[in-house]
């Protein structure tokens, strides 16, 4: 067949097999093109399983060590500080409950509104999660939002770590606000 000649000037057999070779070019790039499909889908499958493995594989290996100064306990913990809160002289009765939920609970909580916190933790814990800034924030209060004078004593000593003060077991902590 002359690859120049018009449509037009094409026998019929010339034009059968013209469209012929247009239909299989057309089925390869269909096929082509269902197997890149079926090949990016493999690769994006494998991408998302992967890439988050990765991720926490060099999470675990570039994370700074946490210094042991910061540590307070490598085998968790089961505390009870007393809270008393004054404001303006009045006592104030802690929730109960606090922290505690239908289907968890959290490691800084309450079960009455004695002043009883209880610091129930497992495994590694730190300073950070057992100051009394801690179970305010687990209470869904700032520390200094009962008054803008205030005094804080912890076993009978005045204190001024406030929310930053590191909680220990037995701790009798009293916050007053004038």
Partial sequence: MEQNKPIEQLTKKERWELKHQEKEIAKELATKKRHTKRIMKWIIGIALVVLPIGGLIW???????????????????????????????VKLETPSNL?????????????????????EFQGLVRKNEITLGQFFKSWGKDMRSFGAEMKMTVN????????????????????RYE
Avoid: C
Wanted: a negative charge; glycine letters at 12%.
């Fill in 59 to 89: 999470y675990g290996v570039t994370r700074p060590p946490i210094p042991e100064s910061d540590i307070v306990s490598h085998n968790g913990l089961h505390w009870h500080p007393e809270l008393a809160i004054y404001v303006k002289g």
């Fill in 99 to 119: 922290g505690i939920g239908a289907s968890f609970m959290n490691p800084v909580h309450t079960h009455d509104g004695s002043g009883v916190i209880h610091l």
């Fill in 156 to 175: 009978g000593k005045e204190n001024t770590e406030y929310e930053n003060y590191i909680m220990q077991d037995k701790d009798k902590i009293e916050v």
